[in-house]
């Protein structure tokens, strides 16, 4: 039995459009295609602006961008502290054989404490050249990101020009 886009579902749909919900969502949520969702928005007047997403995207991209430089500095200012640590005089503690705490300070760390500072700035210093990496981009991402969107907008006309209920799902 076919099911009826009914009064409560318009409502819905107006509800979650309003909250900024994707298309794609609402009509994972409401367990209607997407093509039934786009039909009856339009009915209703309401648009899934591409561009109002495209730009909230790109601002987080801005945002997260910031936070990997920010964290980049924190990374070089860790492994910063922790290779001068490896050179300079270290405060060793500890018990003596009648069991009193004793401390003293020493030329530089013990080997253990000198090789675990050592990793710790080593350790740093991947993360850094990993997040730089990540900053300096990758063309062949932002090739294969414009070839799948045309390869969508294809697919979306094609659906159109094939008069399909649910050519909006491949992307339009």
Known sequence: MARTFSREDEDTLRQLHADGVSRNEIARQMEWSVGTITNHAQRLGLSFDREAVRAATDARQVDLKDR????????????????????SEYLVTGFDHLGQFVSRMVPQPPARETKDLTAAAMS?????????????????????????????????????ELGGDDADEYGS
Not at 141 to 157: H, I, N, P, V
């Open 124 to 160: 740093a210093l991947a993360r850094f050249d990993a997040k730089a990496r990540e900053d300096a981009g990758d063309p062949g991402k932002e090739q294969a990101r414009g070839f799948l969107q045309g390869l969508s907008d294809a697919m979306a006309t094609a659906a159109r």
């Open 68 to 87: 990997r430089q920010r964290l980049q500095k924190q990374l070089l200012d860790l492994a910063e502290r922790a290779i001068e640590r490896t050179g």
